[in-house]
């Protein structure tokens, strides 16, 4: 199905033709060298994380002629750049078009050469401080790390960091990732150092080490990657992870068992998850269309509809397009009006003093 070119389309051609990205071609010419392409590659994209099922699948009703090769779901943010290091020079079904990862990761990714410059038509609705100036990365949804408690075997819900360290959380609280590879799992450590008080950045990742080997030489601790079925099973009745990651698993498990979402009292991190293209994209022209997709107002919506904060958030909202319904199955906002946003600097900084340091200071082997 090819798309006529409209007003839009001119819109988005003459947007991106002032960019500086090189990449001047309206929509419709997009849309028609991405279907010759035929084919997408995405990697670490669950569909069960920020209503991704309903990104992957609005995408797909656009564009049925474009096939979506998911390449694996659950890799960490360090495993899709390396994915793209070990496929540069294959064309294959190997290789990602497109990566989904931590801030730390855009930058990195930069510098090595490993992603591809383009603005999308909505780029200056993105915050400028959530996406690179030259367009390698943007900024694309956003969390705050909050629990996950399995209420039928977790009689008292912690409400803090502070709270998990108790001797009655013994052998219950787990990661949702590696923390020397998982971007989600790194920034959990900044959190727990944030809680007790350290600054963000180094200072943070250093306290949150120590207190996760407070918390694991006091056998709370559960040294594996945790999920909705380990929650449900009780090997992890409270995992630490981003809130739309929580609030999906209490609306998949409908009660079955019962879970409670917990924004932490002593710290509200925010964490930002940022797009990119890669350098060696065997598809670029539908790496760019997917791009146009998730950031369009649709786009950004569906990610909304999985509890994640689309970057464009306050446009929308602004412009009024956000259907009600939806805003009034959102938490409360002021369970994120102290929400804290490191700088890239800091959260750096972090991911450098938690990767180095884990294995040395906690010493607990996260598996899955």
Known sequence: MMLKTTTASLAIAALLATTGAGLAQDLAALEQAAKAEGRLTTIALPRDWCNYEGVFNTFKAKYPEIEINELNPNASSAEELEAIRANRDNAGPQAPDVIDVGLAFGPQAKDEGLIQPYKVATWDTIPEDAKDPDGYWYGDYYGVMAFAVNTDLVENVPQSFADLLKPEYAGQVALAGDPRASNQAILAVLAAGMASGAEPGQAAGEAGLQWFKQLNDAGNFVPVIAGSGTLA????????????????????????????????????????????????????????????????????????????????????????????????????AEAYARAVFPTIEQVNANRDAVVAGWDTVVGADVVE
């Open 233 to 332: 099973q009780g090997t992890t009745p409270i995992v630490i992870q981003w809130d739309y990651n929580a609030l999906s698993t209490r609306d998949t498990l409908a009660g079955n068992p019962p879970v409670e979402v917990v924004v932490p009292s002593d710290v509200t991190l925010a964490g930002v998850y940022v797009q990119a293209i890669s350098a060696f994209a065997p598809q670029p022209n539908a790496a760019k269309l997917w791009m146009e997709h998730l950031y369009s107002d649709e786009g950004q919506i569906e990610w909304l509809k999985g509890y994640c904060h689309p970057i464009r958030y306050n446009d929308l909202v602004a412009r009024g397009v956000v259907p009600q319904d939806l805003l009034d199955r959102l938490p409360p």
